[in-house]
């Protein structure tokens, strides 16, 4: 089949390789795929990298792979997401390599805008804004949540407008020999491995530039028992960063940990008093927090079935995260006394 290009010498200054992890992603990376073939930036080496997958996400690839020859497909038995892309970076052929999600997608201008930004030839890196994407009552509100700063905190490619220097980017784009100079993504990481690249990117001395035009479409968690889950992963992998880079770690990484010690103090004290009264005072300014948060956000939404999980959302992200980094520093903490009693 004729591809847009395909009769133009390649490129290698102006080829992009577009990397997408995906690891039982049949729903969504349909969508996807159309989204990046229909970028406006034609000079494309698109590697989808499947983790694995049980469903029929490959037979999915596979229809696009016959119908474009841009595309192309590997397999990760690894399954995670770190060696996943450090398959796409080893595979890339040019210059430059975005990341993109496999359920998400950008609109035409994405590839060509990031392109731009890059080739200023001050940035290591350049990212937009991630526009969660509801379809369920939950998942409209969760999205909400989460392009709210009580949610996400300064996490500015949530809700951030202007263009700004930032210390990590979602999806990022970079030049490939950057990426490779740095040795890639860390294969021993489980979550947050965007965000331990970017440091390391930052701490050799290049820069990230965070632009809000520069947009993804992200269909978030659309339940609040997932949403849980995910920030809870988030949490825990969150420790095994601040271990390889203790500097990297700053206030708002630690909040959700102090709300989570918090609430336990208030549990313990209504225990010894036997009285709700004592802890109930001691969780009334979250509280107060949370329905101000919600009232505000809640004005965003179309109907009051959508409003009413907007303060579950928050609740989840907020203890989901503070759980997963105590469960973390625990597993830690067993993990070295194990290695010491084999000494």
């Avoid at 740095?182 to 050799?204: F, I, K, P, S, T």
Wanted: proline share 5%; glycine share 10%.
């Amino acid at each position: 089949m004729t591809v847009p290009g395909e009769d133009i010498e390649e490129d290698i200054e102006n080829l992009v390789s577009v990397v997408i992890p995906a690891r039982n992603e049949e729903h969504y990376i349909g969508a996807c795929l159309d989204s990046i073939r229909a970028q406006e930036h034609e000079l494309l080496q698109v590697i989808v990298v499947d983790g694995a997958s049980t469903d029929d996400t490959v037979a999915v690839v596979n229809k696009h792979t016959a119908e474009d020859n841009r595309v192309e497909l590997l397999r990760n038995p690894r399954r995670t997401i770190p060696v996943s892309m450090n398959m796409g970076l080893a595979h890339a052929r040019g210059r430059w390599l975005v990341r993109v999600d496999a359920h998400s997608v950008v609109p035409p201008t994405y590839v060509a805008m990031a392109l731009r930004r890059l080739q200023e030839g001050s940035w290591g890196g350049v990212g937009g804004r991630k526009d969660g994407v509801g379809v369920t009552s939950a998942g409209r509100a969760i999205a909400a949540a989460m392009g709210s700063r009580f949610g996400v905190g300064n996490s500015t490619y949530h809700h951030g407008t202007s263009p700004q220097e930032v210390d990590h980017i979602p999806f990022g784009a970079y030049p490939v020999a950057l990426l490779r100079s740095l040795h890639g993504w860390d294969e021993g990481l489980v979550a947050n491995e965007d965000y331990e690249l970017d440091y390391r990117l930052r701490q050799a001395g290049s820069r990230l530039l965070f632009d809000p035009q520069i947009a993804i479409r992200w269909h978030c968690r659309q339940s609040i028992g997932d949403l849980y889950r995910q920030y809870r992963r988030y949490g825990q992998g969150k420790v095994d960063v601040a271990l390889l880079h203790p500097a990297s770690l700053s206030v708002r990484h630690l909040v959700p940990p102090a709300l989570v010690a918090y609430v336990g103090v208030a549990a313990l004290a209504a225990a010894v008093k036997r009285s709700p009264v004592l802890p109930l005072g001691m969780l009334a300014p979250y509280g107060l927090a949370v329905g101000a948060a919600t009232a505000s956000v809640g004005r965003t939404l179309g109907s009051s079935r959508e409003r009413k999980w907007v303060a579950p959302a928050f609740v989840a992200m907020h203890v989901g995260w503070g759980l997963g980094f105590w469960t973390g520093l625990a597993q830690t903490a067993a993990r070295r006394v194990r290695g010491g009693q084999h000494r």
